[in-house]
């Protein structure tokens, strides 16, 4: 079992940046996938950035040049640095969790709130 906790949300004006963190507790952080998805109101939640033990990375074209996603194993924290922040950025922000082997992120976080405006 993994339990997750994000942090760093906010409410910040285009243009700004944002760091957010997601401590992670329970089982060896090293060996689990990380990802940030997000949720706009009345849309279905996405993909943001994944992050692996070997941390090779990937981004959705939405989040590619202005978000880096990384990891500290010995914090069993990770973070979603975002830059630029576009209006449409508004979402809630959850921290996810893939074992090793595993088909599907199975520990998700409660989420953070963050709005930027115009």
């Known amino acids: 079992q993994v339990q997750l906790l994000e942090s760093g949300g906010g409410l910040v004006q285009a243009g700004s940046s944002l760091r957010l963190s997601c401590a992670a507790s329970?089982?060896?952080?090293?060996?689990?996938?990380m990802a940030w998805f997000r949720q706009a109101p009345g849309k279905e939640r996405e993909f943001v950035a994944e992050?692996?033990?070997?941390?090779?990375?990937n981004y959705a074209d939405s989040a590619k040049g202005r978000f880096t996603i990384s990891r500290d194993n010995a914090k069993n924290t990770v973070y979603l640095q975002m830059n630029s922040l576009k209006p449409e950025d508004t979402a809630v922000y959850y921290c996810?969790?893939?074992?090793?082997?595993?088909?599907?992120?199975?520990?998700w976080g409660q989420g953070t709130q963050v709005t930027v405006s115009s």
């Open positions: 992050i692996q033990w070997s941390d090779s990375t």
């Open positions: 996810a969790a893939r074992r090793t082997g595993a088909n599907l992120y199975g520990y």
């Open positions: 329970g089982r060896t952080f090293s060996n689990y996938r």
